[in-house]
């Protein structure tokens, strides 16, 4: 499975972003969850969210919880992270991932296949 992250860039405190991760491959028989990370600075790699591939369960950290949404188009393998009232402490490369197994993940090392991220920088 390969994945590509696209959408990052510059914005302002308050402002919204919209991530897309599109899979490819081996999709199918590989794919039960799809979650994006993130990783600041000097920080370890954090969870963001994820979505059940089938049953579109969504699973959010409380740091981003009403304020990001995550959902994924099956047509086109593709899964998005809407980030609304985006705050200066999101700033971060972002990652997508795919878990091969159902259920909530909420470590990197739960993850199977991962893109290779997308930078988004919240200015004050």
């Known amino acids: 499975v390969q994945l590509q992250a696209s959408g990052g860039g510059l914005v302002q405190a308050g402002d919204s972003l919209r991530l897309s991760c599109a899979a490819s491959g081996r999709t199918a028989s590989s794919t039960s969850m799809m979650g994006w990370f993130r990783q600041a600075p000097g920080k370890e790699r954090e969870f963001v969210a994820a979505?059940?591939?089938?049953?579109?369960?969504?699973y959010y950290a409380d740091s981003v919880k009403g304020r990001f949404t995550i959902s994924r188009d099956n047509d086109k393998n593709t899964v998005y992270l809407q980030m609304n009232s985006l705050k200066p402490e999101d700033t971060a490369v972002y990652y997508c991932?795919?878990?091969?197994?159902?259920?909530?993940?909420?470590?990197?090392?739960?993850?199977?296949?991962w893109g290779q991220g997308t930078q988004v920088t919240v200015s004050s």
């Open positions: 991932a795919v878990r091969r197994y159902y259920g909530l993940a909420r470590l990197p090392n739960e993850y199977d296949y």
């Open positions: 979505i059940s591939w089938i049953s579109s369960i969504t």
